[in-house]
């Protein structure tokens, strides 16, 4: 059941990402950014530990836990070291995601030669 879950979670987020990306003249890059920020505005309001909770990896796969991940790692560091902690906490965690995102993306780009 939690196969079923997260699949259905992850699809019902995409497809709300493809309606706004058919139905305004906002650009993929837009659309990102405002899954990414959303994610963290659930967090602040407490609801993204329920989502992963309930639905798995139907919620840590999308780009809205990114955002997740830079609000939650950001407070826990602020409640650890205070204000330079915001910085300290949110670079620990984020930086693994992003160095995986630039090496998957070089493997890639070698295996399938993308186009200009």
């Known amino acids: 059941m ?9 699809g019902v ?3 709300l990402g493809q309606i706004i990306l058919d139905n305004t003249k906002l650009t993929p890059g837009h659309i990102t950014s405002l899954f990414t920020v959303g994610g963290a505005i659930l967090s602040f ?3 993204y ?3 992963i909770s309930t639905f798995g990896a139907g919620a840590t796969v999308l780009i809205s836990n990114f955002g997740h991940m830079l609000f939650s ?3 826990k560091g602020y409640l ?3 204000i330079l ?9 984020s930086s693994i995601a992003i160095t995986g995102v630039i090496v998957f993306s070089f493997i890639f780009a ?3 030669k993308p186009k200009d």
């Not at 902690?85 to 670079?91: A, E, L, P, V």
């Open 80 to 82: 650890e070291e205070g």
């Open 2 to 10: 939690n196969f079923l879950y997260a699949f259905l979670f992850a």
């Open 85 to 93: 902690g915001i910085f300290s906490g949110m670079f620990v965690k």
């Open 110 to 112: 070698i295996i399938f």
């Open 45 to 47: 309001l407490g609801c």
């Open 13 to 15: 987020v995409c497809a």
């Open 73 to 75: 790692s950001a407070w």
């Open 49 to 51: 530990d329920k989502f």
